[in-house]
């Protein structure tokens, strides 16, 4: 065999190789038994935080006496959802029971309709997205 053909065998054997690298880890590798476990642990914890808000929500959109009542009882309903859901994924982390994997089992929270929760209890508090070590520039 000339060289040529085997140096181009070659490179194409290894450019292949390459190629089918992406395949091993796919999207959903992401979400894992761990992930769910912590997700779960995180719903029963800090579920209460949908009692203040959803209130503080319905404030924003509808007004006061939507969120005095609407709000309050849709803060109720999602605290028990999320411990519900909670317990849930704590007791099954092991298995992917959610279409085969472990993505959450209840319907995501899109910002355009006002259904759906997000992956993880809300936040109380100031949240800040800034790292907690600060930098000294010289001015």
Do not use: C
């Amino acid at each position: 065999m000339p060289m040529k053909t085997f140096l181009s065998l070659a490179t194409i054997a290894m450019l292949s190789g390459a190629a089918l690298a992406d395949i091993h880890d796919p999207p959903a590798n992401d979400f894992g038994p761990t992930r769910k476990l912590s997700r779960g642990l995180a719903n029963i914890a800090f579920s209460i935080s949908e009692l203040s808000e959803q209130p503080n929500l319905i404030n924003e959109r509808e007004g006061n006496a939507a969120a005095f009542t609407y709000g309050v009882v849709r803060g109720f309903g999602r605290w028990f959802a999320r411990t519900g859901y909670g317990i849930y994924e704590v007791v099954t982390f092991p298995f992917p029971t959610s279409r085969g994997s472990y993505r959450i089992p209840y319907k995501s929270d899109p910002p355009w309709i006002h259904g759906g929760m997000d992956e993880f209890p809300p936040e109380l508090g100031f949240q800040t997205r800034y790292r907690y070590s600060r930098s000294v520039y010289a001015y």
